[in-house]
């Protein structure tokens, strides 16, 4: 059976990242001629393996890519009915999608069907050739992204989360899933009480053991972030005391922006993020001023792209990992994980971003992670199908999310300290706000408490000219109202502004070059912090734009510093003239 007649939808329409590739299969499963098969035998070596070879099993990492050049190869799912063959790969075709780039655990297996001849080229190899090969790299790059993509749609790769939609860990879990592209299948218990104990006894799935996630043949009960990527095969493998050229803190848009220019100059790269790519901007809805996309992007596609770039120039990316301290030493600066694991990295570019600002607001934390986001993405878009939402915030973000979410929800209530949205919002967002009826903006109004057991029924705001109190129906509430820079790992190393922000450039003082004891006779280069060899992009620094544009620019300027500093260093251990 072909795949275009197999293709199938999940219940819920697809993602944004997921339409449209039923009418691509050629670009889903090209042929490669025999020109481009010979430029790939130049990065492999050619294997005859025999009917029923398991060529990689899921979980399986560092697979490597397989490109068939006799016989057939089956690429199969298994799960607790047994193993399902998704497509079989013919002469001229080849295995692998996203993971088989950066070596990180299957999803899907494959395995020889008949006496088969392929082409196998280890993953680091296969990033090699997508680099330099750029027509093929394109091709291969492509076709990796696409099935991602039909991955996804089509809920393939046995990973299956057990859960109700309001309770906070499942929400969680869902987010991490979902903002790191991982294709996997949701089973609500909150959908009927009959249907849930049916999923629940067919899955072996005790109502007090939730959330439960299926790993293939892992179940794991509430996992953190970490056990998740170990269960999947992302979680990175970090030798100890590794060396990098640049180590960067955090995978938004100015950390991607560092990779990606760090990575494609030749330089090692790593980058520790906690959660998922993307930071603040991966869970904008929709950028509508960045340059280049005149229709807009979503914040997660766009840091999506990035992370694919960065990997594809082979920069290492370490998911669910955070920095709990940094060492400033030269030659060498360190950088301690949690866990326990050490980095060592000759420059290091801090680009952690900010923490989500909480308002003084009653029952906050009952709700947060369930019923309080602080994002709004297509997977909070689903929770609010059909139902009255509140956004506390007047800038972008909070325009974004309520042009969004008023596609989905019933109605969007704005709430705002001031008269209005103008002073603090883009204009084209203010006049497509005021252009839909479903979104009320409600001017003067803080909220004090929220409402429910166990799920958001209402809030309590009030106006803050008259003092007079009222009740507002609400399922959701939706912050935006600023953030708090991301810098306790740094401590006392780094020069701060009032508010914690790092100081970079000309705002260093000659009293902060003092007292961090800078050694140069220079001073700091622009995004340069106190340390030498240390920069600072992004929101995280003191006096940056929060824009993406300039979170991007900012973080791709870092590895022109980078490069300079690199080579004082060099000059610094040369020997002195003897003469």
Wanted: with cysteine; net charge negative.
């Amino acid at each position: 059976m072909s795949l275009k007649k197999n293709w199938t939808r999940p219940s819920e329409p697809p993602p944004p990242w997921a339409a449209g590739t039923e009418s691509r299969y050629h670009e889903l499963y090209p042929e490669l001629t025999e020109e481009q098969i010979n430029i790939a035998r130049r990065y492999g070596e050619e294997r005859k393996v025999t009917d029923g070879t398991l060529l990689w099993d899921v979980g399986d990492r560092d697979t490597g890519f397989f490109l068939v050049r006799s016989g057939e190869i089956e690429i199969f799912r298994r799960d607790k009915n047994g193993e399902r063959v998704i497509v079989t790969h013919r002469p001229g075709h080849y295995g692998g999608e996203l993971v088989t780039m950066s070596g990180r655990g299957a999803l899907l297996g494959g395995r020889a069907k008949g006496q088969t001849r392929v082409v196998v080229v280890s993953s680091e190899k296969l990033r090699e050739l997508i680099a330099t090969e750029s027509t093929l790299g394109e091709t291969i790059l492509l076709s990796f992204i696409l099935r991602r993509m039909r991955m996804i749609a089509e809920q393939l790769g046995g990973v299956i989360l057990v859960g109700s939609s309001a309770e906070r860990d499942t929400a969680r879990i869902r987010t991490f899933l979902t903002r790191n592209g991982i294709p996997h299948a949701f089973v609500d218990t909150d959908d009927s009480a009959e249907d849930a104990e049916e999923r629940l006894q067919a899955l072996d799935a005790a109502a007090d053991h939730l959330p439960l996630l299926l790993c293939g043949d892992q179940r794991v009960t509430n996992p953190s972030n970490r056990d998740i990527a170990e269960c999947l095969g992302y979680a990175a493998e970090i030798r100890q005391d590794a060396e990098f050229d640049v180590a960067i803190t955090g995978a938004g848009a100015a950390g991607l922006a560092a990779a990606v220019y760090a990575a494609s100059e030749g330089l090692s790269v790593i980058v520790i993020e906690t959660c998922a790519p993307g930071g603040q901007a991966g869970t904008s809805s929709k950028i509508e001023n960045y340059l280049g996309f005149p229709t807009g992007i979503s914040g997660q596609a766009l840091a999506g792209r990035a992370y694919i770039q960065a990997q594809k120039f082979g920069a290492e990316i370490a998911i669910a990992r955070q920095v709990i301290a940094l060492h400033c030493r030269q030659p060498s600066h360190t950088l301690e994980l949690d866990g326990g694991d050490r980095i060592k990295a000759r420059s290091v570019v801090i680009t952690s971003g900010a923490v989500y600002r909480r308002p003084q607001i009653e029952r906050l934390d009952a709700f947060e992670g369930s019923g309080v986001h602080y994002g709004a993405s297509y997977i909070e878009g689903q929770f609010c199908r059909g139902k009255d939402v509140a956004i506390i915030g007047g800038g972008n973000s909070a325009g974004q999310a309520a042009v969004f979410l008023s596609a989905r929800a019933k109605t969007v209530y704005i709430l705002v300290r001031d008269a209005g949205l103008a002073e603090t919002m883009s204009n084209y967002l203010v006049r497509r706000i005021d252009k839909l009826a479903n979104i009320n903006l409600l001017p003067h109004t803080e909220a004090l408490r929220i409402e429910g057991q166990g799920r958001i029924s209402a809030l309590v705001v009030r106006d803050n000219r008259t003092g007079e109190t009222r009740r507002l129906e609400a399922s959701h509430l939706f912050i935006f109202i600023g953030a708090n820079p991301a810098t306790d790992f740094a401590g006392s190393s780094l020069g701060l502004d009032k508010e914690g922000f790092v100081k970079t450039g000309n705002t260093l003082t000659t009293e902060d070059l003092c007292c961090a004891k800078w050694p140069l006779e220079r001073r700091p280069y622009l995004l340069e912090t106190s340390v030498p060899g240390i920069f600072a992009a992004g929101d995280v620094r003191s006096g940056s734009v929060k824009r993406v544009a300039t979170a991007v620019g900012e973080g791709a300027m870092c590895v022109q510093f980078i490069h300079q500093t690199l080579t004082e260093s060099v000059n610094d251990d040369k020997p002195g003239d003897a003469t």
